[in-house]
């Protein structure tokens, strides 16, 4: 019998869908001139391979796409030089691409923010870290994700496994805590079943505001495959304790990841934005209900989220499920919450 501390538990693929794929579910752009920042893109060479054109071309595709956060990835490490200080060059590489795109006159701010990562478990050590960060993000530098997503069922992503209760640790808390003095966001991402870590977290270090990716990633896969119910009466309660916390703000996006459960890329075309809207309207309506539209905002996840659909069609989705909305609520889901909360667009020429 294997020994259970060496087990390894199965990882689950990503699929990418080929381009005439995507294609094949154009549709027009709903309201063009809604202004937009996407809080959450990727460049990779994963997920078959996601650079500049890739971005421009979706963000160019009818969206009034004013600006864009750029979160880590794991991209473009520094190859040598001390091990803290190689994700740094995450950073650097962006800011090339971001300065590249502005001279092209793009319309587009690529990476006004930019979520990278440190390691937090270096406690208050992690401060010079930060500094160079701050320091090659020429401007653009707003905050440090950190993933916790672990499930023993099995693996996903391309970030190394994170260990068991790495939000509880004190080392990391005190990492978290210093994001706060720098006057930085930290981003986490985790799976339904460990939702609990984040509010434990938030609860210790208010002063930091903390940005839960992909709705606090509500599990379709392992032991909820074929079972959406069920985890989703598990997500469900957690999310008054988590709106109870100030300091947490919600992305709404991420489906097209494989741990969603959705299976939309095996389709022999994709799916229209209103047939996403329907699958994923459950949980949107739950997220906007315990935390207003003022902490929510709407999220690509691209290029992973191609698994749903393409860039355009994936936008249209979050329009019609903010149909019914107020004026004021549609501004800040789609603009003014990843405006205000990563200090880019308006709320920088306003600060």
């Known amino acids: 019998m294997q020994d259970a501390a060496q087990f390894?538990?199965?990882?689950?693929?990503?699929?990418?869908?080929?381009?005439?794929w995507l294609a094949l579910g154009a549709e027009p752009v709903l309201e063009p001139e809604r202004r937009i920042i996407d809080p959450h893109h990727?460049?990779?060479?994963?997920?078959?391979g996601y650079g500049l054109d890739d971005l421009l071309r979706d963000t160019g595709a009818g969206h009034r796409i004013e600006n864009t956060v750029y979160?880590?990835?794991?991209?473009?490490?520094?190859?040598?030089?001390?091990?803290?200080?190689?994700?740094?060059?995450?950073?650097?590489?962006?800011?090339?691409?971001?300065?590249?795109?502005r001279a092209r006159g793009t319309p587009t701010d690529v990476a006004a923010g930019i979520v990278g990562y440190a390691d937090l478990l270096l406690g208050d050590?992690?401060?010079?870290?930060?500094?160079?960060?701050?320091?090659?993000?020429?401007?653009?530098?707003?905050?440090i994700r950190y993933a916790a997503s672990r499930h023993e069922a099995f693996q996903h992503g391309v970030l190394p496994r994170p260990p068991l209760g790495l939000y509880a640790d004190k080392a990391f808390r005190a990492?978290?805590?210093?994001?706060a003095r720098h006057g930085l966001t930290f981003d986490a991402w985790v799976y339904h079943t460990q939702l609990q870590d984040v509010i434990d977290l938030a609860r210790a270090v208010?002063?930091?505001?903390?940005?839960?990716?992909?709705?606090?990633?509500?599990?379709?896969?392992?032991?909820?495959?074929?079972?959406?119910?069920?985890?989703?009466?598990?997500?469900?309660?957690l999310l008054a304790p988590l709106?109870?916390?100030?300091?947490?703000?919600?992305?709404?996006?991420?489906?097209?990841?494989?741990?969603?459960?959705?299976?939309?890329?095996?389709?022999?075309?994709?799916?229209?934005?209103?047939?996403?809207?329907?699958?994923?309207?459950?949980?949107?309506?739950?997220?906007?209900?315990?935390?207003?539209?003022?902490?929510?905002?709407?999220?690509?996840?691209?290029?992973?989220?191609?698994?749903?659909?393409?860039?355009?069609?994936?936008w249209n989705a979050f329009k019609r499920l903010a149909a019914n909305a107020s004026e004021t609520d549609k501004a800040?889901?789609?603009y003014n919450t990843a405006a205000r909360i990563y200090r880019i667009g308006d709320a920088a020429r306003h600060s």
């Not at 990727?42 to 997920?47: D, G, R």
Request: a negative charge; aromatic letters at 10%.
């Open 8 to 20: 390894e538990p199965p990882r689950l693929a990503t699929r990418h869908p080929e381009p005439g």
């Open 42 to 48: 990727h460049f990779s060479h994963h997920w078959g």
């Open 332 to 334: 800040d889901l789609f």
């Open 243 to 314: 709106a109870a916390c100030p300091n947490i703000v919600m992305k709404i996006g991420g489906y097209g990841t494989t741990v969603f459960g959705y299976d939309f890329v095996s389709q022999p075309s994709p799916p229209s934005s209103t047939t996403l809207a329907n699958a994923w309207r459950p949980s949107v309506e739950a997220v906007l209900e315990a935390f207003g539209a003022r902490r929510c905002m709407f999220e690509s996840n691209f290029p992973v989220d191609r698994c749903s659909a393409s860039y355009a069609t994936v």
């Open 71 to 101: 979160v880590q990835c794991g991209w473009e490490y520094r190859s040598d030089g001390a091990e803290q200080m190689k994700p740094v060059g995450e950073i650097e590489a962006v800011v090339k691409l971001a300065e590249a795109a």
């Open 175 to 179: 990492g978290v805590r210093q994001l």
């Open 125 to 143: 050590a992690v401060e010079p870290v930060l500094a160079a960060q701050i320091d090659a993000g020429k401007g653009r530098f707003r905050g």
């Open 206 to 237: 208010p002063e930091t505001t903390i940005v839960l990716d992909h709705i606090g990633g509500l599990l379709g896969v392992g032991p909820y495959a074929g079972r959406p119910r069920a985890a989703f009466d598990e997500w469900l309660p």
